[in-house]
């Protein structure tokens, strides 16, 4: 039982550069939500999801892109990276009920320069 | 090293004393909290969580207080042990509803050997 798997950990990209961070959970879980992190803003919800097929944004979506196709995986798109988009990512996911909090994954640190 | 928390607000405890931190919310709708723990590097931790109809709950070493007519939290710990030093996170959301976790900014504990 992995929990939740993040890739990579770390990335660096150029600006105007897209990539795809990985999320995924072998709990089973229906809910699963990415976070950006920054110094001093705590955790911030980009999209989130509360099953397959079923995605919405949450307080910082624009410049991201999320799909979920099976209950297991959850990835995060950036379209086109920008400099603003530097920080730390994390996944999360919880069961059905939410009544337990989230689980959460070690996370990517991302650079664009 | 981890950059996310620089700016946070941060408790000097001695260690083997208590440690008292706080959280206030504003959503009056909300009835569930919960309280991470993230240490550097890595992602955050559940803690202990509480519903509404609680006014404290404990676990190791840890208790969690709710006072709903004012909004706050506070996450008291009990002999604080260099261990502990992380940031801590207050987290809302409604227990039945269908909304996502809402962080607050954290506040970094420092133990003091």
């Known amino acids: 039982n992995a929990g939740v798997t993040q890739t990579p950990k770390f990335q660096v990209l150029k600006t105007g550069q897209s990539m795809t961070l990985q999320c995924a959970q072998d709990?089973?879980?229906?809910?699963m939500s990415w976070y950006r992190q920054d110094p001093g803003m705590g955790l911030r919800l980009i999209h989130y999801?509360?099953?397959?097929?079923?995605?919405d944004q949450g307080e910082v979506p624009n410049g991201y892109n999320v799909s979920r196709s099976t209950t297991e995986d959850f990835p995060l798109r950036l379209l086109s990276a920008a400099p603003s988009q530097t920080s730390v990512y994390f996944c999360?996911?919880?069961?059905?009920?939410?009544?337990?909090?989230?689980?959460f994954g070690s996370g990517t640190r991302l650079t664009v320069v | 090293g981890e950059s996310v928390g620089l700016h946070l607000p941060t408790l000097s405890v001695q260690e083997g004393d208590n440690s008292i931190i706080n959280c206030a919310y504003s959503?009056?709708?909300?009835?569930?909290f919960i309280w991470y723990k993230q240490e550097s590097g890595k992602g955050p931790q559940f803690i202990i969580d509480?519903?509404?109809?609680?006014d404290k709950r404990q676990g190791q070493r840890v208790t969690v207080l709710l006072n709903k007519t004012v909004k706050h939290l506070s996450l008291q710990i009990a002999a604080t042990q260099p261990g502990d030093s992380a940031v801590y996170f207050c987290?809302?959301?409604?227990?039945?509803?269908?909304?996502?976790?809402?962080f607050g900014k954290g506040t970094r504990l420092s133990v003091i050997a």
């Open positions: 999801s509360v099953g397959a097929g079923i995605t």
């Open positions: 709990m089973n879980h229906e809910y």
């Open positions: 509480i519903r509404s109809n609680m």
């Open positions: 987290a809302e959301n409604s227990y039945s509803g269908n909304t996502p976790l809402v």
């Open positions: 959503n009056s709708a909300s009835d569930y």
């Open positions: 999360a996911s919880s069961p059905a009920s939410r009544a337990y909090g989230y689980t």
